[in-house]
């Protein structure tokens, strides 16, 4: 069972854009538009983003936004702001095996 | 308001079992897809399983396979997990959480998490 790849880290000063990026394969990522992004704060359960590639619950800040081109999906997080200091984690359905969700291995963003 | 609280995470030695629970509020478990997720503190999120709305059809990630299993009680309004044969390696944080969108891991809810700790 692969993970999704993430960068382990990013970083950007208050204001600045950030995008994080989520490499999958052609049964995962590549074939289904089912790519979701979670943020997460230390002894916080994970609070969902992003989904279906670049739809945003009611709540979630239009700073946050989802893209994807081929086998990589990206969140972008722009106009940066403290409170977005977090874990980021994308996932995606997949058909490979049994598994039917596979998720990446988190990104530690960091507001310089 | 959606509500998701787990239970049942204990201290457990190598081989035993645990039944973990996930009790809802605001949201009927009969209507909606959901799933199983673990952390090891410190790790990263790994996808364990999910039940889809009627109860009939779950999935399981291959660790997990012959050993979990998941169920619901709608009368409780409450979704299950069964661990057997548990291995040190599932120590971990498990959260349930609920998929907007047909069992795709669009997990919109969640609950606080449930620590289990396997370990002799």
């Known amino acids: 069972q692969s993970a999704l790849t993430q960068p382990p880290s990013a970083s950007g000063s208050p204001g600045q854009s950030v995008t994080v990026s989520c490499a999958g394969t052609?049964?995962?990522?590549?074939?289904?538009?089912?790519v979701s992004w979670f943020q997460q704060h230390p002894g916080k359960a994970p609070k969902l983003l992003i989904y279906?590639?670049?739809k945003r619950p009611s709540g979630v800040p239009d700073r946050f936004s989802g893209s994807k081109s081929g086998q990589t999906a990206s969140l972008t997080v722009s106009g940066l702001q403290a409170e977005d200091e977090a874990d980021y984690y994308c996932?995606?359905?997949?058909?490979?095996?049994?598994?039917?969700?596979?998720f990446g291995g988190g990104t530690r963003l960091t507001v310089l | 308001e959606v509500q998701l609280v787990e239970s049942g995470g204990a201290f457990v030695q190598p081989g035993g079992s645990l039944r973990l629970s996930c009790a809802a509020s605001?949201?009927?478990?009969?209507?909606?897809?959901l799933h199983w997720v673990r952390q090891v503190p410190g790790k990263g999120l790994v996808w364990v399983s999910r039940?889809?709305?009627?109860?009939?059809?779950?999935n399981y990630a291959d660790f997990a396979e012959g050993r979990f299993t998941a169920s619901r009680d709608n009368t409780k309004n409450t979704l299950y997990l069964q661990m057997d044969s548990l291995r040190v390696e599932d120590t971990a944080v498990y959260y349930c959480?609920?998929?907007?969108?047909?069992?795709?891991?669009?997990?919109?809810?969640w609950g606080q998490g449930t620590p289990v700790t396997v370990a002799s």
């Open positions: 605001g949201l009927t478990v009969s209507s909606n897809w």
């Open positions: 279906e590639v670049n």
């Open positions: 039940i889809n709305s009627d109860g009939s059809h779950t």
């Open positions: 959480a609920r998929d907007r969108v047909l069992g795709s891991g669009s997990c919109d809810s």
């Open positions: 996932s995606s359905y997949t058909d490979s095996t049994h598994n039917t969700v596979v």
């Open positions: 052609s049964s995962d990522v590549g074939r289904y538009n089912y």
